[in-house]
């Protein structure tokens, strides 16, 4: 049986989780173990933190945040937000994450995914992309429907800065270096909360063979069940509609039951 | 105490806290000779099949595992560490398992994703007692992580449905494993390990100092 896994993200600057739109107006939405054992009871599937401190001075705030986590939470979690090493991997590891999230250091050097695949296994690798939409060029956009002529860049730096590169075809690549997962953020639905962009879900679910979970938009349950359904989706993340208390991960999950999708139960 | 065998892969304190949160003495271990004094042994694994069968063997653990489930030891196998039981795996022909349990491991069924990552539902084989899922709830809900598991054996105490039955876990005595990651199955994970914990307390004269119902088992347990 195939089940859709419902992942809240949980953004944390300097040991708080934030929320915002689009990286700007952060306002502090809690300590985010409490938040992350909220959650676990609601029945969230997995979690993900995304450190997004500025500043490396607060790196070991992170590994305290997963350390008292893994003390009190016993389903995964995934953390991401500069990670740039082996030993920046094998920290949060050691402190009880399951998985770590690369993103603009794997662009940089893509031998980072296949050396911490070799070293822990690929299961514990997530490359997250970040992807902004842009007209095809030569070779790209080959699919066809509504994502045709349209291809996807690969941003990094939290979406500072352009990379040329196409995301689809980084997606197979970093599932064929040793990712074990991918984390696919549309840029021009994250934060806009109009749902996931569902055409490059779809690209990237049909010629990836690892796990995709999808996020970016999600601003009501139904963007979540055309993300599994349409989108192909492995998994579905969402933040703010948790976070702002609209809807708990059992109502998402009872949402998605409903529409057909099958879930475990919260 | 509980020994975690800690031979230098991937995250191994989920397996030490999740045994610590249902009330065991559990600990790391990494000195072979440490072993000897556990009443229970826990080998966890992540990743492929062939750098855990190494790295426990250059660590030295390996040895000391089996002289632990030779005497009889509560053992529990989890992921990787449940795989290595077996006599070898498709993954890496050349690297031997213990040999502990008979049976290879093999690849997933094709056209389905590989690996499977996500929960899954525990189908109890028929007329089959098992101490590790006493009291699991019906359905109980699970986490996987894998690409490979061992076959099905007259050992095989569960298994879960993905692209056909798929082993889930398997019993021999006091020798135990779980394909699926009860460290991270939430409350029915947690059970599991009490059954665990309680079998480690209730196995000869070396009974942990700690009870093992020193704290409440969080609700849904079943225990």
């Known amino acids: ?187 021009d639905r994250d934060g806009t909360r109009d749902g996931f962009d569902i055409d490059l879900t779809r690209r990237i679910s049909d010629c990836c063979p690892v796990p995709l979970i999808a996020s970016g938009g999600v601003g009501e349950l139904d963007h979540l069940v055309a993300g599994a359904v349409e989108g192909a989706a492995d998994a579905v993340l969402a933040a703010s509609i948790f976070h702002l208390g609209e809807f708990t991960v059992g109502e998402a999950k009872d949402h998605l039951a409903a529409a057909g999708v099958a879930v475990r139960p919260a | 105490m509980i020994a975690v065998l800690d031979y230098g892969i991937g995250n191994l304190r989920s ?29 966890p694994g992540v990743g492929s099949f ?42 890496d022909p050349d690297q031997p398992g213990l040999g502990v349990l008979p049976g290879m491991v093999r690849a997933l069924p094709r056209g389905v994703k590989h690996p499977q990552m996500q929960w899954n539902v525990l189908d109890r084989v028929a007329d089959r007692e098992s101490g590790l899922l006493a009291g699991t709830p019906d359905p109980a809900w699970v986490y ?13 105490t569960s298994t879960c449905d993905y692209g056909g039955p798929i082993t889930a876990s398997a019993e021999r005595g006091p020798l135990w494993g779980t394909q699926f990651h009860p460290e991270k199955s939430g409350s029915v994970g947690l059970g599991i390990l009490g059954n665990f914990a309680r079998e480690v307390a209730g196995a000869g004269p070396g009974v942990s100092a700690r009870p093992v119902t020193g704290r409440p088992a969080p609700s849904g347990t079943g225990s």
């Open chain 2, 15 to 43: 397996a030490e806290k999740a045994l610590q949160h249902v009330g065991s003495d559990a600990r790391l271990v990494s000195d072979p000779a440490r072993v000897a004094d556990a009443d229970g042994v826990v080998l």
């Open chain 2, 144 to 156: 996987f992580v894998h690409s490979f598991a061992p076959e099905m054996t007259s050992d095989t």
């Open chain 2, 50 to 91: 062939g750098p855990c069968a190494r790295a426990l063997r250059d660590s030295g653990l390996e040895s000391a595992a089996l002289d632990a489930i030779a005497r009889g030891t509560p053992f529990l196998g989890i992921c990787i560490g449940f795989q290595l039981l077996y006599e070898g795996s498709e993954e």
């Open chain 1, 1 to 187: 049986m195939r089940t859709v896994r419902v992942i809240p993200c949980l953004d944390v600057d300097a040991g708080r989780v934030v929320k915002g739109i689009q990286f700007v107006d952060l306002v502090d939405a809690g300590d985010p173990v409490e938040m992350a054992a909220r959650y676990n009871a609601q029945g969230a599937d997995e979690l993900v933190f995304l450190d997004i401190t500025a500043s490396s001075d607060h790196r070991q705030t992170m590994v305290d945040v997963v350390s008292r986590t893994a003390e009190q939470v016993f389903i995964p979690f995934t953390v991401g937000g500069g990670v740039r090493s082996v030993e920046d991997a094998r920290r949060l590891l050691r402190a009880g994450a399951d998985k770590v999230g690369i993103n603009t250091a794997a662009v940089e050097r893509p031998e980072l995914i296949t050396e911490i695949a070799t070293e822990f296994g690929a299961q514990c690798v997530v490359v997250a992309i970040d992807a902004r939409r842009r007209p095809a060029a030569d070779g790209e956009g080959e699919g066809e429907g509504e994502g045709e002529g349209v291809a996807w860049e690969v941003f990094t730096h939290g979406g500072r800065t352009s990379t040329g590169i196409d995301a689809v075809h980084w997606a197979e690549r970093c599932a064929t270096i040793g990712a074990g997962e991918i984390l696919l953020t549309s840029m």
